[in-house]
């Protein structure tokens, strides 16, 4: 894609480069976009299975991404990334949680305290979070007497809890829609283990990686008994 104008809106991508094709195909309420070209790989070298997943029945190359149109009225406005339907999920009520975008906005309203988190609630009836503190701005917040603690005993702490009581409170009043609101936050003090996959080649997190291997930590966070390093939002 390339957007080969001056544009006032974040996030715009353009249109798709030159001899290239791209297909728009609902997901949810999202519309993933997906790639066909002759500057598309073919598929993953001698893996069969893996280059099947990755395409359509069209032969469309499926990259996971979001788009909407920059003005629906006006396609030479081009598109806007809009997230990734590959980490999206659906509530017990069937509602569509938007992982991504709504993993942005909390950690913008809960920072400096939370780095970075991995959005939970696939078939629950609520939203939450597995979060990874940012322990230096836990301690700032706490106080003096956090100096000493370890970091199980940081993410802890009752002013700690109360700090990030207030950010997710206002976070939750501007997003109060089951699949916005997040209802708990468990922090974690083992970081986020690249030898596991839970970080990607280009540095991100694997969210699907995250939540398969802390598979008991969600199962905690969504149960009636979570734990004191859970935050009640």
Not at 50 to 56: G, I, L, P, Y
Not at 111 to 136: K, M, S
């Amino acid at each position: 894609m390339i957007c080969h104008w001056t544009s006032d809106v974040t996030g715009s991508i353009g249109h798709p480069l030159p001899a290239l094709e791209a297909k728009l195909v609902p997901s949810g309420d999202k519309i993933e976009i997906r790639f066909k070209g002759p500057n598309i790989s073919p598929g993953y070298y001698r893996d069969p299975e893996r280059t099947a997943a990755a395409f359509d029945e069209e032969g469309y190359y499926k990259i996971g991404d979001a788009v909407k149109w920059a003005d629906p009225n006006d396609a030479n406005q081009g598109l806007l990334f809009d997230g990734r339907v590959a980490e999206n999920f659906k509530l017990l009520t069937g509602t569509w949680v938007a992982a991504g975008m709504l993993r942005l906005d909390v950690l913008s309203a809960t920072a400096p305290l939370i780095q970075d988190a991995a959005v939970t609630g696939v078939d629950q009836a609520w939203v939450g979070l597995l979060a990874f503190p940012n322990l230096a701005a836990c301690r700032a917040a706490i106080g003096p007497e956090a100096e000493p603690l370890s970091p199980d005993a940081v993410v802890r702490h009752p002013k700690l809890h109360a700090a990030l009581e207030t950010k997710l409170g206002t976070y939750n009043a501007a997003h109060p829609g089951s699949s916005q609101r997040v209802a708990r936050v468990l922090l974690m003090t083992e970081p986020p283990n690249i030898d596991a996959g839970e970080i990607t080649d280009k540095g991100y997190l694997n969210q699907r990686a995250i939540l398969a291997r802390r598979a008991a930590l969600v199962e905690r966070l969504h149960s009636e008994t979570p734990g004191n390093d859970v935050v009640e939002a």
